[in-house]
């Protein structure tokens, strides 16, 4: 086991029952982050890792989890030169959660029991065209991961052009890479989990197997699509945040009411209701990345669309851990209380939204295999913790001990 297997579980926190089955005001969005695009570059694209995919082994016991460990290590202590990175193509900005033990909103909900990590933006266009590419090289879209919408809807993001070589028949439009994605259900978010506990690789061919690297991993999906959601691996390196995650994450403050803690109504770290945002020509929201306002309320009217997905972390301030577009943007998926079941939850509203869809006091439960213009999603990780006899190494030795481990365990 590799030095960076010592990761936190993040659990799953229970909570009240009585959640209600409620309807979406379905309109339209999609947007993409300008701090994820701008660390991405466009062209060329990685090459493809040319071999065959094999389920991985267990955690602890192949090369996918070092792969991933090591593309989450990475990603939260920032160390540089790791061109010797596998083949992880996608860059994830995190934001840490901590406060572990906190209290409960008057809602019910946002108690966390343990520190964990969630998505600094809303998952985008880029960040979902390499997952494509990734795992559908072949472009036979398995288990349905490519909404046809996506390339054809004026606020979807993707394009996909069968003609193109393998590995690239899926691309960003114009202006939508660093919109947040859409038209994706929870069997779709529970995929990009899987595809990056995996590893994140590329691969040189499509598996539409049960055992595909976006079916197993995270989430047991097999081939479904729709019908019930099964609950999280224990051993989850990436997955779909609680209700509780994504509320606390949200909505909570340390440092609120004195140092005690509590919750504000909006995603922005405001008890007041955000300004509605407007976006550019090319879909940028004008708030940028601080104050209170939020895109909803079809404010953003660019592309020739009367409201629409706007650039991720452009369209006002974060919550009190980072995270933006906590309010507004896309309805995110949850995964309520982390149980299996035939229903998941949606918050935060989206760029259609009148301003209660935004609150905290908004919650929707949908079936999992809904996916709609203004539906995507932002994943969660646990934290990172080195194993204690690693606290006093350099972390150039802890990455070779690493790249070493995983290429050991690869050339088995
Ligand atoms: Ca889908
Ligand atoms: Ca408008
Ligand atoms: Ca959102």
Redesign the pocket.
Known sequence: MGMFSALRQGSTTGQRAGMQEGTLMLESAESCGKRICAAKPAAPRPPAVLRPWRPRRGFGGGPAVAAAVLLGVFGVLGVSGVAARPAAAVTIDWVTVGDPGNAADDTGYGAVSEAFRIMEFEWTNSQYVEFLNAVDPDGTNP?????SSMGSNARGGISFTSGSPAGSKYAARSNMGSKPVN???W??AARVANWLHNGGLTYGATDSTASGPQNIGAYAVGTA?SGVAPGRSLDALYYVPTENQWYKAAYYDPTANGGAGGYWNYGTGSDTAPSVVSATSTGDGTAGSSGNSANYIRGADWNGQDGNVTTVGTNGGTSAYGAFDMSGNVFEWNDLTGASGSSRGLRGGAWTSIGFNVSSAYRITFAP?N?FHELGFRLASPVPVPEPSTWGMGLAGIACAGWGAYQRRRAR
Do not use: A
Not at 143 to 147: A, P
């Open positions: 288990q349905g991961i490519y909404n038209y994706v259900s069997f779709d699509t295999s996916e």
